[in-house]
C-alpha cells in the first residue's frame, strides 16, 4: 500500500469505520436469483433479495432480453441525441398504461431516476419536503437540487401540512415520500399526504421502488393499495430492479411532469439511453405482474408466516405487512453476530447498520421473494430461533 498522505488519511478513516462496527463488506453471491445460493463456501437459504415476485430468474425475461439483443447490446447514445428506440417508447406507453397515468419516462436505474426527477422539477425559490426515513437517492436528489428543503417526522402527514402552512413563498412546493420504506418496509399515509398536497397547491412525489408489482391486490403499488387515484398532483416513481427482476427506473405523472424532465433533467439529458435488452426485460415483467398473480398471492401467505413465526416466538417485526420483514435488534455488533450465526445455520439475511438506519436501530433486513416456500420459512424461523440464543444470550 502506498505511503501517500492522501492515502493514508484514507486508511485511518477506514479504520475508525471498523472499530465502530461498521465495516460493510462485498459478499459474493451465487447463483445471482436464488433462493439457494453459495455465500463464502456455504449454501444458504436467501432472504435478502428484493427480487419479491422471483422474476430475476424468470425464463421469459431472458427470451426478452435474447430477443432485443439482436438489435445490439448498446444504444449509443443520450435519448435526446440518437439514443431513442422503439423499445423506449413502447416501454413507456406499457408503464402509463400500467400506473394509470398520462405519460411516463424510463431511466437507467432508480437512484438516477430520483436524482433527475428532484433536481429536475425543482429550482431556486422551490421547497422540497422529505420524510426523514426517505431513501438515500431521495437525500442526495434534495442536495442536487436547489430548492429549499424541509425533512418531517417519519409518515408525520401533519407535520408536512404545518410546514405549508409556515412557509407560504411562490414557488413550487414538492412533498417527497417513500411509498413502501426500504429499511422499515411500512408504507406512507398516502391518503393523508395527498390530501396535503392538493390542500396546499403542491406536488406529491411517491418512490415505490419497494411497492411496484407487490403492493395493490393487481400490483400496481400503494396508490393502489389505498384506492388513492392518480391526479394531476401525484407523481410515481418505481424501478424494474426489485419485484420486475431486472434494472431501471421510471416517473409515471401528467405528461407536464413528463416534458418537463425531457427539458430539465441532467441525470436524464447527459447519461447515455438504457441498452434495448434492457427495455424490452422491463416491458415483459410489466405483463408478467398481470399474467402471474398467483405470485403475488403466494408471497402474501410466505410474509403472513414469517410474521406469526417471529410474533409467536416474542419478536415482533418492524413492520405489519409486505416482504420487507425488518426485526430490530439495536446493537450494531449484536446485528452482525446474528446475521453471522443465521449464515452458519444456511440462512443469509443482512444486517443492517448506520449509517444506512439511525444509530441504535441496527436490524436484520428478511426479505421474502415468491421464489421461497413454506418450508423455506420454517427454515429460517428455527434457524433465527437458535441463532437469538446465541446470541442475545
Ligand atoms: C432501491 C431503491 C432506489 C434505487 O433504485 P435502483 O434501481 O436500485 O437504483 C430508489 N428508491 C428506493 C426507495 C429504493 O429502495
Redesign the pocket.
Known sequence: MSGHPALAELRRRLLVQREAGLERKLTSIGPACGPWVTVRGRRCLLMAS?DYLGLAGHPALALAAREALAQGCGSGASRLISGTLDGHRLLERDIAAFKGTEAALFLP??????LALISGLTAPGDLVLSDAL??A??VDACRLSRAGLRIYPHRDAAAAAAILAEERGPGLRLIVS?G???MDGDAAPLPELLAVAREHGALLLV?D??ATGVWGASGRGTAEHFGVTPGPELVL?G????ALGG???FVAGDRTIIDTLVQRARPFLYSTAPPPAQAAVAARALRLVDEEPERREHLRRLCARLREGMTAAGREPLSDSGPIVPLLVGDARQAVALAEALWQRGVFVPAVRPPTVPEGTSRLRFTLTAAHNEADVDAALNALNDAWREVMA
Request: charged letters at 10%.
Open positions: 428484493n436505474t432508480g437512484f438516477m431516476t430520483n426517505n431513501h437517492s431521495i417513500d413502501v420504506f426500504s418512490d421502488a419497494h416513481m424501478t424494474f430492479s426489485k434494472l431501471g427506473g
